[in-house]
């Protein structure tokens, strides 16, 4: 079975604030994939960066990076000079190699004041 | 543009009541879900389909049935709505989950069964 844990329910930062999101899992998969999705106030499910088990490179794209470590099965997520907008609800979720479950975390809701 | 529609956005039925929400994709897309959104609970996939007439349950299908006849097209049917089901509806379709592909997300259908 695969699980995902984001523990952090909300978050509340002021702008301009590094922010760092994370995201435990659980698979007995080898491959997998994992991924973050962003839900802005206006609903929409939008995906930002999807992450391969055998590949551990961090990411950086602009104000955002993301760290994976396989040795504590996370796939944190960090807005550097977070920003109004930054502010949303973030999943991080998991999917297995030949197969079609996909398992969501509960979401870590964002806020981000002027 | 490529998308993913859902149709109702919005619906308010009554327990027993049957009810079919339409979802549809013009991307090519072989793999299709649905998912719910409740609050605090993030997203739970209801049931996926990795190709055509090809559908499996994810973690919570009591209650609803689909069918994949055509690629495009994964509706969700909710036989005897109960209001245990109301809930924030997402489709989603992937050119290939199994494969790390990213999914894409419909508006979203909010459901509220009396």
């Known amino acids: 079975a695969q699980k995902v844990t984001q523990a952090q329910t909300e978050i509340s930062v002021v702008e301009k604030e590094d922010v760092t999101l994370d995201c435990v899992y659980e698979t007995r998969d080898t491959t997998y994939y994992l991924f973050w999705y962003k839900q802005p106030p206006s609903g929409e499910l939008v995906f930002l960066i999807r992450?391969?088990?055998?590949?551990?490179q961090n990411e950086i794209s602009g104000r955002y990076s993301w760290n994976f470590q396989k040795s504590t099965s996370s796939f944190n997520f960090t807005i550097t000079a977070s920003q109004v907008v930054d502010s949303a609800v973030y999943f991080c979720?998991?999917?297995?190699?030949?197969?079609?479950?996909?398992?969501f975390g509960d979401g870590t809701t964002l806020t981000v004041k002027p | 543009e490529a998308q993913v529609t859902q149709n109702p956005r919005y619906l308010i039925t009554v327990t027993g009541k049957k009810l079919t929400v339409t979802c549809s994709q013009n991307m090519n897309h072989e793999y299709m879900s649905w998912y719910r959104q409740d609050p605090g609970l993030g997203l739970r996939q209801i049931y996926y389909?990795?190709?055509?007439?090809?559908?499996d349950k994810g973690d919570v299908p009591e209650g609803y049935k689909v069918s994949r006849k055509e690629k495009r097209n994964f509706p969700l049917i909710l036989e005897s709505p109960s209001p245990n089901q109301t809930s924030l509806y997402f489709c989603?379709?992937?050119?290939?989950?199994?494969?790390?592909?990213?999914?894409?997300f419909g508006p979203g259908t909010r459901l509220t069964v009396l």
């Open positions: 992450r391969n088990s055998f590949d551990e």
């Open positions: 389909s990795m190709n055509v007439e090809v559908t």
């Open positions: 989603a379709s992937s050119f290939e989950l199994a494969g790390g592909r990213p999914q894409f």
């Open positions: 979720a998991l999917s297995e190699a030949h197969a079609g479950k996909s398992t």
